[in-house]
């Protein structure tokens, strides 16, 4: 007896009994958070503001003037959340039999339904999704040059005199839209749950890579996903649809760690025919099926069937849409913009301090960022390259490659980029890792807040660049300080001190 009991802590549980209050305290935590998130769809919702007053709304304008009871609303509520996901993690971290998955997987689906009721309080882009769909399926427009404000909607939209910047198949994909014909109403809560579907979706890809990878962890893995309140809040709570983009890198994993090489690119080309930015990972997955192959020939021949089915998605997609080069205008412009970024405080500091010219700053500023990221990608890659090559050492490699590029890859940076990296240090074992994804969700839910009222507060009015520095610094300097103890505690750039030997040679 005392043997079974060993084995059972050893593969993360104890003796059978245990789970029942595992699961009593976890479905607690989660009834706890899915009544925050009741509250403030209740306070921030589409049947009380849309249409409104003919504009897009956020926050600001749906919780009303007081500045100051509007932050303290929006971060006790955000500390309760997390509150309530570090007991959850804790609780499955502490050796505890993890409830069923059908428990763990209830409550992402609870948090889902509500919140697809609230009007995105943190996102414009929603509104515009819904109006590209129209564009493309009510009026029959092509969505890559046609701007939402060229058809009839019922609000002004923020930048709706522009063209989405996304790939072709993220249209196609807003085929839900289709199906309510006229209704806008209609077409915000399809869309939404729609877009819930996709952050569901790879909860469970999640969960299926960290049982392949890492038994024993896939339910902290998809707790530390699907429950992490910064995922929610700006996923199912705000529509973004980099939560598309980011199922179809999951898929790419998975099928990598399942070695079906043929089609590890075709759904990385899924992923960048919504967002462009997984080309950055086609590398990492290459070296990694190199690495991982038992009969690399084999390997070789499947990608390029690989290529070629990727190639071929690619051509059809854009195909529908092309244009001539003015099809990507909208790419363009979005990326010579800069908000909220490292090369905005760089491009400001040049400005104001330096007197340079605005133009010779923003090239400056945009190309230190590149080449600051282009230096760590490559140091990126020889680290994995150096490591024992996993899969869970691939996706901590994926995780800081869009960490990286977040931070100084981007001049036009919003808060929610960092969904990015946090999707995949969740597969990523150790305390560190664990750390890392704590500070970097709880940061991420500060720099919105910030942007809207640091207006009113004097001394950022005083001092500009403090003002333009402020949600940076917030944004990315506590997940810089953790990566960097991270580092020093691990000796390792990867963070993968919580691998196994039976892992490291996955």
Request: net charge neutral; hydrophobic share 55%.
């Amino acid at each position: 007896m005392p043997a079974v009991a060993g084995a059972a802590r050893a593969a993360g549980g104890r003796e059978s009994g245990s789970s029942v209050p595992t699961a009593y305290v976890v479905a607690v935590l989660g009834i706890a958070s899915a009544a925050i998130y009741l509250s403030l769809t209740i306070l921030m919702s589409f049947l009380e503001f849309f249409p409104g007053p003919g504009i897009t709304l956020d926050f600001v304008k749906m919780l009303g003037p007081d500045w100051q009871a509007n932050s303290a609303l929006l971060v006790s509520s955000s500390a309760a959340l997390f509150v309530f996901y570090g007991f959850a993690v804790y609780w499955l971290r502490a050796g505890e039999r993890p409830p069923p998955l059908i428990v763990l997987l209830a409550f992402p689906v609870a948090f889902a339904v509500i919140l697809s009721f609230m009007y995105p309080p943190m996102s414009v882009d929603f509104i515009h999704n819904v109006s590209d769909a129209r564009t493309l399926f009510v009026f029959g427009g092509n969505p890559m040059v046609t701007p939402p404000d060229a058809h009839p909607f019922p609000v002004g939209q923020s930048y709706g005199s522009l063209p989405a910047p996304y790939g072709p198949l993220w249209f196609l994909l807003l085929f839900p839209v289709a199906l309510v014909g006229e209704g806008v109403d209609a077409a915000l809560h399809v869309l939404k749950f729609y877009t819930s579907l996709y952050y569901l979706a790879s909860a469970v890809l999640v969960y299926l890579i960290a049982r392949r990878v890492t038994p024993g962890r896939e339910s902290l893995a998809l707790v530390l996903y699907a429950w992490n309140p910064f995922i929610v809040l700006r996923i199912a709570g705000n529509g973004h649809n980099d939560v598309t983009m980011l199922f179809f890198v999951l898929l790419a994993l998975w099928l990598l760690v399942e070695r079906r090489w043929r089609f590890v690119l075709p759904a990385l080309a899924a992923a960048a025919l919504i967002k462009y930015i997984p080309l950055l990972l086609v590398p990492p997955f290459l070296m990694a099926g190199f690495l991982l192959a038992a009969d690399r020939p084999q390997f070789w021949r499947d990608t390029a069937i690989g290529a070629s089915l990727a190639l071929g998605l690619a051509a059809i997609s854009f195909g529908i849409f092309w244009e001539g080069w003015a099809t990507l205008d909208s790419v363009r412009e979005q990326g010579e913009g800069f908000i909220t970024s490292t090369p905005l405080v760089l491009r400001e500091q040049l400005i104001w301090r330096w007197s340079m010219d605005e133009e010779s700053a923003s090239s400056l500023a945009r190309w230190a960022g590149i080449g600051t990221f282009a230096v760590l990608y490559a140091g990126l890659l020889l680290a994995f390259w150096r490591s024992r090559r996993t899969a869970c050492e691939l996706a901590a490699c994926l995780a800081l490659i869009l960490l990286a590029f977040a931070v100084f890859g981007v001049s036009w940076y919003r808060p929610w980029y960092m969904i990015w990296p946090l999707t995949f240090l969740a597969l990523v074992p150790g305390r560190w890792t664990l750390l890392l994804i704590l500070v970097t969700s709880i940061s991420g839910m500060l720099p919105d807040i910030i942007e809207q009222y640091r207006g009113q507060l004097q001394f950022f009015r005083e001092h500009y660049l403090w003002a333009v520095a402020a949600p940076v610094i917030v944004a990315f300097v506590p997940p810089a300080v953790a990566l960097v103890v991270g580092w020093i505690r691990t000796r390792s750039v990867l963070m993968t001190d919580g691998l196994s030997p039976a892992t490291a040679r996955q």
